[in-house]
């Protein structure tokens, strides 16, 4: 059965959890009560690093609602992360495939979201 999920940045924790489960080994994003790969039960939610290299990027010009206007242009990047999953998220405006990043976390709309930004390495 899976184990009481950690507090991460979806509940206002600044954080990013990810689940490995005890069956099959793989590693999955967001949090869910099986494994994706397997269906085992059999889950460890464990805090990622938050570094990782981004695979895709998009730049957003055209906001989706008011609130999100104030924010243009902003960044959606695809980030392979460290432990072995892919999430999206926000990213620094200079951000290119390749580069490698490290997450921070802002506020969006009134709510929090990881911001990946160039890491020192």
Excluded at 37 to 46: H, K, N, R, V, Y
Excluded at 85 to 91: C, I
């Amino acid at each position: 059965m899976s184990e009481a999920a950690i507090s991460d940045w979806t509940s206002g924790e600044l954080m990013i959890t990810y689940q490995r489960c005890g069956g099959c080994g793989a590693v999955q994003y967001f949090r869910r009560d099986f494994c994706a790969a397997c269906g085992s039960e059999d889950l460890t939610t464990l805090v990622a690093s938050g570094e990782g290299v981004v695979c895709a990027e998009t730049l957003v010009h055209r906001a989706a609602t008011a609130e999100a206007r104030v924010h243009v242009p902003f960044k959606i990047v695809l980030v392979d992360c460290a432990e072995g999953f892919r999430m999206m998220a926000h990213g620094a405006n200079d951000l290119v495939i390749g580069d490698r990043v490290r997450a921070s976390f802002t506020h969006f709309t009134g709510q929090l979201v990881p911001l990946f930004e160039k890491s020192a390495r």
